[in-house]
Nanobody
Framework: QVQLVESGGGLVQAGGSLRLSCAASGRTFSRSAMAWFRQAPGKEREFVAAHSWFRSSAYFADYSDSVKGRFTISRDNAKNTVYLQMNSLKPEDTAVYYC???????????????WGQGTQVTVSS
């Protein structure tokens, strides 16, 4: 069982930055793939970024085309936390951002078993 709690959302102007955090409980965190998704009003939940460990310090990361080069996903196993650093934010990045955990790195919602409650990110123009 994994419980996820997101934090770090808020209101920011276009061009600004935010860092989201997701604190995970459960001993399987280090073995889980972790991801961020987002959902804007009236839209489906969409993939943002995913991370999985390859070996002790090597990892794989995937990003959606819309955030590639602006967002960075990272993890700290000692703190059981995954982060999403968001730079050069745009109004279209406005959404509720969700943290997710699953057995394998995936870009689809169904690939993850555990979800956080979400944190709101609003980017003003």
């Amino acid at each position: 069982q994994v419980q996820l709690v997101e934090s770090g959302g808020g209101l920011v102007q276009a061009g600004g930055s935010l860092r989201l955090s997701c604190a995970a409980s459960g001993r399987t965190f280090s073995r889980s793939a972790m991801a961020w998704f987002r959902q804007a009003p009236g839209k489906e939940r969409e993939f943002v970024a995913a991370h999985s460990w390859f070996r002790s310090s090597a990892y794989f990361a995937d990003y959606s085309d819309s955030v590639k080069g602006r967002f960075t996903i990272s993890r700290d196993n000692a703190k059981n936390t995954v982060y999403l650093q968001m730079n050069s934010l745009k109004p279209e990045d406005t959404a509720v951002y969700y943290c997710a955990a699953g057995p394998l790195r995936s870009t689809v919602v169904g690939g993850y078993d555990y979800w956080g409650q979400g944190t709101q990110v609003t980017v003003s123009s």
